[in-house]
């Protein structure tokens, strides 16, 4: 039994209903969640106050979960990368740099439910975690944004089988020069 098929079907569905991939709005959960808790770690430091200590351990939670839904979309949208294209390298940076984030927001997330959990604080070591996944997670989404703005990765005539040689328009390019996204030449 082919247990992926559904999920991809799905996102399918999903890419048919929006026009595009899912994979950039489902971004916007973890990236906003994770935010969140980052701006919450600075105001239980700040305070002392344990309830942002909270609101930051459930916002990290909410970002694990919208993550889990971007690995996937993320994965569908990169398997229709060809190798030998340039934008390749990039999305493949983009992916181990999003591996890396979500390992330390999980990381993050584990020490701080056991501190919860004791009835401690959060550590220092925790909030450097979800920091430093908050920091490399600017990185890695402007990584996304150089897939498609500058590469036109995920956009759907791009998306269609192209070769590198040929003179299609790419990103930006595919946009009329009226639309407020279009060509700023």
């Not at 569905?13 to 980052?38: D, R």
């Not at 490399?136 to 897939?147: E, F, I």
């Not at 930006?172 to 996204?181: M, N, T, V």
């Amino acid at each position: 039994m082919d247990l992926i098929s559904p999920v991809t079907g799905l996102i399918d569905q999903i890419e048919k209903l929006l026009g595009h991939s899912p994979h950039p709005a489902i971004v916007t959960v973890p990236l906003g969640a994770w935010t969140v808790s980052n701006v919450c770690d600075g105001l239980a430091m700040a305070t002392g106050d344990d309830r942002y200590d909270d609101a930051a351990r459930v916002s990290m939670a909410i970002g694990l979960v919208g993550a889990a839904g971007s690995v996937v979309t993320g994965l569908r949208d990169y398997s229709y990368i060809p190798k030998d294209r340039p934008s390749h390298d990039i999305a493949t940076r983009h992916a181990l740099g999003n591996a890396l984030v979500s390992t330390l927001f999980a990381t993050s997330y584990v020490l701080r439910s056991r501190e919860h959990a004791s009835g401690r604080r959060t550590s220092n070591l925790a909030r450097t975690l979800g920091i430093a996944g908050g920091a490399l997670s600017l990185y890695t989404a402007w990584l996304g944004g150089v897939l498609v703005e500058e590469y036109g990765e995920a956009v759907k005539p791009v998306m269609e089988d192209h070769s590198e040689d040929d003179d299609e328009p790419r990103g930006r390019e595919l946009l009329s020069p009226g639309a407020p996204l279009g060509s700023h030449h």
